[in-house]
């Protein structure tokens, strides 16, 4: 059973920076597409940034040049570097397998105030 573990959020300022990390425990994580999802309040969880096995990066539209995602395959961990953060990515933010999903962990509550 695979098992997520989302951590690195917090209270900051719009502006700053944060990084998420997520270790994820079991032997599917090397072989996945790994994303980084969100949910605000009231609002559906959607796919922020997705990572493939080799490195390969993609973004939604509205993080584009503000976050990065990057992978340690070898720690089964992947990464969220966030900056330039506004109030708007407030939200809780989850990782997951984005083609082979398995259950969700508790996430890791990002809040950016104004």
């Known amino acids: 059973q695979v098992h997520l573990v989302e951590s690195g959020g917090g209270l900051v300022q719009a502006g700053g920076s944060l990084r998420l990390s997520c270790a994820a425990s079991g032997s599917i994580f090397s072989i996945n597409v790994m994303g980084w999802y969100r949910q605000a309040p009231e609002k559906q969880r959607e796919l922020v940034a997705a990572?493939?096995?080799?490195?390969?990066?993609n973004y939604a539209d509205y993080v584009k040049g503000r976050f990065t995602i990057s992978r340690t395959n070898a720690k089964n961990t992947v990464y969220l570097q966030m900056g330039s953060l506004k109030p708007e990515d407030t939200a809780v933010y989850y990782c997951?397998?984005?083609?082979?999903?398995?259950?969700w962990g508790q996430g890791t509550q990002v809040t950016v105030s104004s």
């Open positions: 990572v493939t096995p080799t490195g390969r990066p």
């Open positions: 997951n397998a984005v083609y082979r999903p398995v259950d």
